[in-house]
């Protein structure tokens, strides 16, 4: 039987929904882990800061975490505000049964509240810090652990000597949060125990620090990420070593960015002086509306039932028309590897169904009816705009310049391509015409099926692994740029010469689109070929389901009836 991932945080409350058991709980769910929780203490808290705090008893704090341990799997857990020795030790005693273990050692709120009673701090170094496996200190809170006069780390080299020292006190692995730097640098220091980089494996994060007083639960939402990554992980199977603790962190940092920018410019507090307001926990839950149907299996199989029948009838009854492009084919001249091929072949069965198509056989044979072509474009142009979307979050996600550089520049060129072609279009009479009726039918905004695509593809940019997004987003790549190079091979010069959509069939067998194909197919080679095999199998199935998306996009457009 199949199940989530299973996230426990062991922390206290905020009734202003910014930190603590209520932050993390969003970071869960954000995340894609499902979220379960044991309160330490119930805090009189807002965006001004703490009022009051009431501990629970630790035989009570007891009973809440053996009720969830005793009845859910968890794969990862947390521990937030422990408040004091007795559920310090309490956490401790559990460690083994609270599968991998994050430490924020709260000691301190935004606001200058003490978090952690005195006694509480050196059973934190003693009995916590051994049986942690990641530990999640700012800056002061590294100095405390570390020593009563111990200096908060001034800068990088600093501080990476602080992880050192953390992780000689038993974690295996410290993360060093550099938010507090006065020196205007943000860089976040991992410490991971890895043999294979004779010892210790040090990785540094820098990033651009986000002008904005609303930092209210930053580090909660922080360890919250880290936390259901790494229980989708470990509910996968794979081993969480030093990469994949390098991953997650990589990972969570990347959504807590996300989330400050989305939040940096609220006002939630009634009282805005002086208020630290929360980060957008749910920054990458955006949907557009009817998103949340297009993933119901019932409307899903009725669309497959009824795009396989149209195929069918068409190749009866018109097997004597010129056909459209062969998408189906074993090979593709774009595939970087074996990876790349096995996806390709993985879509084989929507591409060939996408083959069958009567908008695309029609297409080709430049019998198509323009009011079904411009719907399909203004389909599109709503499609476009969601996929340049998906490919920024992509630029900002990757470690790498060169494929942000990449991303970002696609993003920028979908829109400006969308917007050529439609000037173009309405140019024309006969098309302007076209577009007129679906004016006047009411139906230039998005249908179902486009928001059903834009919203799973935005999704999958913004919660999947990198590399699962990128196969999401690949075949809208490859998939047309197979279009182009088999309808311009199939018309030639002479045949496009006169053909009513031989701008548009230009457009995607232009050697500029072959060569970002090829640069996109080789991101996804490169990114398969070092990802873990759970990993390369959500990639190949967010390949499949965009080939499957691409051929309800191109049916839905000869159907103007079925969403009228």
């Avoid at 629970?56 to 020795?85: C, H, I, R, Y």
Wanted: with cysteine.
């Amino acid at each position: 039987m199949t199940r989530p991932p299973v996230a426990l945080t062991i922390a206290g409350t905020d009734p202003s929904g910014g930190a603590g058991i209520q932050a993390d709980l969003k970071a869960f769910t954000a995340r894609r882990a499902y979220g379960t929780s044991v309160l330490t203490a119930l805090v009189a808290q807002n965006t001004h800061g703490v009022e009051r705090i009431y501990p629970l008893e630790t035989g009570f704090v007891a009973d809440q975490l053996e009720s969830v341990l005793s009845d859910l799997p968890v794969d990862a857990a947390k521990t937030g505000m422990l408040f004091n020795a007795g559920i310090v030790e309490l956490v401790a005693a559990q460690s083994a049964r609270l599968g991998f273990l994050v430490v924020d050692p709260v000691m301190v709120s935004t606001s200058g509240h003490p978090l952690l009673e005195e006694d509480a701090v050196a059973a934190m170094r003693e009995r916590l810090l051994p049986v942690a496996d990641l530990v999640t200190p700012n800056l002061p809170e590294a100095a405390l652990l570390l020593g009563e006069d111990e200096p908060a780390a001034a800068d990088p080299a600093a501080m990476r000597a602080q992880a050192r020292r953390l992780l000689d006190r038993g974690p295996a692995a410290v993360l060093l949060k550099g938010g507090h730097l006065d020196s205007g640098e943000l860089v976040d220091v991992l410490a991971v125990r890895d043999e294979s980089a004779g010892g210790v494996r040090i990785e540094e994060f820098p990033g651009r620090r986000v002008d904005t007083p609303h930092t209210h639960g930053t580090g909660c939402t922080l360890s919250a990420a880290i936390v259901a990554e790494i229980a989708r992980s470990r509910q996968e199977g794979e081993a969480i070593d030093a990469d994949g603790i390098v991953r997650a962190v990589r990972a969570a940092l990347g959504y807590l960015s996300r989330a400050l920018r989305s939040g940096a410019a609220w006002q939630l507090s009634l009282r805005p002086e002086g208020s630290h307001g929360p980060v957008d926990h749910l920054v990458d839950l955006t949907t557009t509306p009817g998103a949340a149907s297009a993933g119901d299996a019932a409307v899903q199989e009725a669309a497959d039932a009824a795009v396989q029948e149209a195929a069918d009838a068409a190749v009866r009854e018109a097997a004597d028309e010129p056909r459209g492009p062969e998408l189906a084919g074993p090979t593709s001249r774009w595939a970087a590897g074996e990876h790349s091929q096995a996806a390709w072949d993985a879509g084989a069965d929507y591409r060939r169904q996408t083959d069958e198509l009567p908008f695309l056989r029609e297409l080709a044979g430049g019998t198509l009816d323009r009011l079904s072509f411009v719907n399909y474009i203004v389909q599109d142009e709503h499609y476009l705009l969601g996929y340049a979307r998906a490919m920024s979050l992509l630029a900002a996600r990757t470690g790498s310049t060169e494929e942000a550089r990449f991303w970002a520049g696609n993003a920028a060129e979908a829109i400006a391509e969308e917007q050529r072609m439609h000037a173009n279009l309405l140019a024309d009479s006969a098309f302007a015409a076209a577009m007129q009726q679906l004016e006047d039918r009411g139906l230039t905004a998005p249908s179902p099926t486009t928001e059903g695509y834009t919203s799973w593809l935005v999704s999958q940019a913004a919660v999947a692994e990198y590399e699962v997004a990128v196969a999401a987003v690949l075949p809208c790549f490859w998939i047309y740029a197979q279009l182009g190079k088999d309808l311009k091979a199939r018309l030639g010069e002479t045949g496009l010469e006169g053909h009513p959509y031989r701008e548009w069939i230009a457009a995607y067998g232009a050697p500029e689109f072959d060569e970002a194909v090829r640069q996109a197919v080789g991101i996804f080679e490169r990114s398969a070929a070092s990802a873990p095999a759970p990993v390369r199998e959500r990639m190949i199935a967010a390949f499949t389901q965009a080939c499957r998306y691409e051929r309800d996009f191109f049916d839905h457009a000869h159907r103007l009836r079925t969403w009228e």
